[in-house]
């Protein structure tokens, strides 16, 4: 799984890669959530173009809302959520963290978040700043 934070011309973040164990318990199972591992990066660059995806749906965040919502997507198209609103916001991946296959900072307005999904599955998010009105679906199907 890959994942791109890109601002208004330009990409931000640190490049980092972060492997999960394949040890992953079953309690995400029970959840419907895919547990198998993924690798998870976050690239930076001065130059948008470098940053080439298999594009799918744009998830749009407008005043505390993901929207639409559940979001159909498959393996190996990015899926993007982009601020329209006015409030910063994040995209966290709704399991424990030691089984968490993303995480965005906070995503000022006009920013976006982008995924890339390895694995076919139901994987359920947030609004880590607010988990009580924000939540979403993506549920990811074979190409």
């Not at 809302?65 to 899926?79: D, H, I, L, T």
């Not at 916001?89 to 978040?113: C, G």
């Not at 982008?114 to 994987?123: H, I, K, N």
């Amino acid at each position: 799984m890959t994942m791109t934070r890109i601002s208004t011309g330009r990409v931000l973040a640190a490049s980092a890669a972060i492997s999960l164990s394949l040890g992953l318990t079953l309690a995400a199972c029970s959840k419907n959530e895919s547990a198998k591992p993924a690798e998870s990066t976050t690239t930076t660059s001065t130059d948008t173009r470098a940053t080439t995806v298999n594009q799918g749906p744009t998830v749009i965040i407008s005043e505390f809302r993901f929207e639409p919502n559940p979001v159909e997507a498959k393996v190996g198209q990015a899926v993007a959520w982009k601020n329209e609103g006015s409030a910063r916001h994040t995209v966290t991946h709704d399991v424990p963290d030691e089984q968490r296959l993303f995480k965005s900072d906070p995503i000022a307005p006009d920013d976006q978040f982008v995924v890339t999904f390895s694995q076919p599955g139901t994987y359920t998010y947030i609004c880590s700043v607010h988990p009580d009105r924000m939540r979403g679906t993506i549920n990811v199907t074979a190409g």
